[in-house]
């Protein structure tokens, strides 16, 4: 937008400029020709009636007058006579043409500037001398002429003179139209500006950002529209966080009390079909805990109630594999580690948010590991980020399915489908981007699901 206001501001100022300084120039340049043809007639005149007067001190005063001219001013003068007259011999006679014709025939003055186009190399003007007379108001017969040619290089300079100044001066101005209409354009859009900053950041999560209120009315209206919509939307979903952390902990405490007493039913029947419901009961029970510490974790995350510190990644990494080796060892399953880093490199995350995250990418891969495969867990560092992956050999993801593992309560497929809550990967990339880091899902090489983290990487910290 403001690329676009300052071209029309500088269109406009240069149609402006055009329409003053254009026909200035053509006025100056009409001008100087027609100064310069008087100048130059006016002296073919002068001589002229040197010429006319025929006596000596006149032929004498035309032949230094002719003298003076041709080196003071870059003007030639020839002279021609009809007859038996014969004045300033020594001048150089005119070629026999049509201007020169004219003017002995008829007596006519003639002016060629030897182009159609403003001009050409030399001013040519013919000029009859006619033979004087007692009578002043009676014109002699033609006796000759006199024809001066003008170099009109001096015109030229001139010329170039009147239209590279204006042609600089434009440019000047242009210039400063630029630089004052790219001020004024970032003026005038700076709240159209600032209220796109808070709309992008709203995109991005942030129900805090809120917009000056500045600028004209319109602008500062929509400003205090937004800003209210934004207090409201924070504060419904607020509100919607806090009821569902407290709904979620609620539920936790009946939820153990009836898992527990299903656990104490099944100890005392004896009766299979019974214990079989019972089994079946207690199943659902669980499957709905996974679901409410889920929902407590999503809610806890999205009020960021802590901040990202440095990690050692693979101190917890190692953490967390002796709690996941005991089941996988169960079903033959190998947890293995490769390192591509080194040294032991720091990576930015909330305390407990990158335990969790493993713990609901390595219960996935197990689940949907066949027995005997093996989980594979990658860690490879880059100047800025820490590079996490996981593989399992199991059934993977099609395209349209990884298009929406991320979605809450989506289940896919598999075995995490048929007994997970939905919520798992839907927690994993919360709390992942809440650390500013990203998380994507690949094919696994061989069959099986990559899951793949880019995690900001901490500076070292420094020894005491």
């Not at 009821?243 to 936790?252: M, N, Y």
């Not at 990202?308 to 293995?336: N, Y």
């Not at 989506?410 to 990203?438: E, F, H, P, Y």
Request: glycine residues 10%; proline residues 4%.
């Amino acid at each position: 937008m403001i690329s676009q206001l300052v071209r029309s501001y500088i269109l406009l100022v240069a149609i402006a400029i055009a329409l003053f300084t254009v026909p200035v120039a053509f006025t100056l340049t009409d001008q100087l020709r027609d100064d310069t043809r008087l100048s130059v007639l006016r002296e073919a005149r002068t001589m002229a009636l040197l010429l006319g007067n025929g006596n000596s001190a006149s032929c004498q005063a035309l032949d230094e007058m002719a003298g003076a001219y041709s080196v003071e001013t870059p003007g030639k003068v020839q002279v021609i006579t009809t007859g038996e007259r014969s004045c300033a011999p020594g001048l150089l006679r005119p070629e026999q043409d049509a201007a020169l014709t004219k003017t002995l025939r008829r007596g006519g003055e003639t002016t060629d500037w030897g182009s159609d186009f403003i001009w050409g190399e030399n001013l040519v003007i013919t000029v009859p001398a006619r033979e004087a007379t007692a009578d002043r108001e009676s014109k002699g017969p033609v006796v000759g002429a006199v024809r001066i040619v003008y170099s009109t290089d001096t015109l030229t300079s001139r010329l170039w003179t009147i239209w590279g100044f204006r042609a600089g001066l434009a440019a000047a101005v242009l210039a400063a139209a630029a630089g004052l209409g790219v001020l004024v354009a970032r003026r005038l859009t700076r709240p159209l500006r600032q209220l796109n900053d808070m709309a992008t950041r709203f995109s991005d999560g942030d129900l805090t950002a809120r917009s000056p209120v500045t600028g004209p009315h319109e602008t500062q209206q929509l400003a205090r529209t937004l800003n209210s919509a934004g207090e409201r939307l924070d504060s419904l979903i607020g509100s919607q966080r806090v009821f569902v952390a407290d709904a979620s902990h609620q539920l936790r405490t009946p939820l153990t009390a009836l898992r527990l007493s299903l656990d104490n039913i099944a100890d005392g029947v004896d009766d299979e079909f019974v214990r079989e419901d019972v089994e079946q009961a207690t199943s659902e029970v669980v499957r709905m805990s996974r679901l409410v510490n889920g929902l407590l974790v999503l809610a806890r995350a999205e009020a960021k109630v802590s901040a990202a510190e440095p990690l050692q990644i693979l101190d917890v990494i190692e953490e967390r594999f002796s709690v996941w080796r005991p089941a996988a060892d169960e079903r033959g399953v190998t947890i293995a580690l490769e390192e591509g880093v080194d040294g032991r490199p720091l990576v930015l995350a909330s305390p407990g948010h990158l335990d969790q995250v493993l713990d609901n990418v390595l219960s996935n891969a197990l689940e949907v590991s066949p027995d005997g495969a093996t989980i594979t867990v990658r860690v490879s560092a880059r100047a800025d980020e820490v590079l996490l992956s996981v593989l399992d050999q199991g059934p993977g993801m099609s395209d349209q399915e990884k298009s929406r593992a991320f979605d809450r309560f989506w289940r896919g497929q598999g075995l995490t489908g048929r007994a997970g809550s939905g919520l798992g990967l839907a927690i994993v990339k919360q709390l992942v981007t809440d650390d500013g880091g990203a998380v994507v899902l690949r094919d696994a090489p061989g069959g099986g699901l990559c899951v793949r983290f880019s995690l900001r990487r901490a500076a070292p910290k420094s020894g005491g």
